[in-house]
């Protein structure tokens, strides 16, 4: 069974500061992982993808995740957070090669962002 | 281009009614999944459709049902309504090739069950 889990409910951080939301992924094959991001009352908003190749990832709105495929992780990190990357943000894995439709998400991790 | 839209926003109804939500894709997009998103159970895959046939179904009684139209907009239906079943329905669309795997969603129809 394919599973994806988000350790932390919250995580707080200072504007200007790194900010890390933890992502642990248990599939069988190889893991297709995404980041998604949700603003208050909005919809999710796709923020970047891991398929194959470089084990670093870059996307939208300056974030990036790394795949680490020995600790079975896929890290959101941005180097210096804004108060507007405040949002509840999911991991979330694809099961299987011909399910690109169907997505797993973790339980999401709200960020806020203190100025 | 436009983004994915829903119709409609907001929904109140009473258990043992019926709803029907509305979901238009992006231009060229012809996949369609939904999901729901409740504070307890989180986002949960509700099913998929890709060129008006379901490709895969989550864990949901047959009260829900859904169907995709050859310009690829898509209806959920649920019937008997629970009180359970308020929650924000989300759906999202995706091309194929390149940008595959990518899910665009729209802003939801959050549906209360009273």
């Known amino acids: 069974a394919q599973s994806v889990a988000q350790p932390e409910d919250q995580v707080n951080v200072a504007e200007g500061n790194p900010l890390t939301v933890k992502c642990t992924y248990s599939v069988s094959g190889n893991p297709y992982l995404f980041w998604y991001v949700q603003y208050p009352n909005r919809g999710l908003q796709f923020l970047l993808k891991y398929i194959t190749g470089d084990n670093l990832v870059k996307g939208s709105y300056g974030f990036e995740a790394e795949f680490n495929k020995s600790q079975t992780s896929f890290h959101l990190k941005k180097p210096s957070a804004l108060v507007s990357d405040s949002a509840l943000y999911f991991c979330?894995?694809?099961?299987?090669?011909?399910?690109?439709?169907?997505?797993?998400f973790g339980a999401g991790t709200q960020v806020v962002v203190t100025p | 281009k436009a983004g994915v839209t829903q119709t409609p926003r907001y929904l109140i109804k009473t258990r043992g009614q019926q709803v029907t939500l509305s979901c238009s894709p992006i231009?060229?997009?012809?996949?369609v999944s939904w999901y729901q998103q409740t504070p307890g159970q989180g986002l949960q895959f509700l099913f998929e459709?890709?060129?008006?046939?379901?490709?895969n179904k989550g864990n949901f009684p047959g009260r829900f049902s859904g169907r995709q139209f050859s310009n690829s907009r898509s209806e959920m239906n649920v019937s008997t309504l629970e009180l359970g079943d308020s929650a924000l329905y989300l759906c999202?669309?995706?091309?194929?090739?390149?940008?595959?795997?990518?899910?665009?969603f729209g802003p939801g129809t959050r549906l209360t069950v009273t």
């Open positions: 979330a894995v694809s099961p299987t090669t011909d399910s690109w439709g169907k997505l797993q």
């Open positions: 999202a669309s995706s091309s194929v090739g390149q940008k595959i795997y990518e899910q665009y």
């Open positions: 231009s060229g997009h012809r996949s």
């Open positions: 459709y890709f060129s008006e046939t379901q490709r």
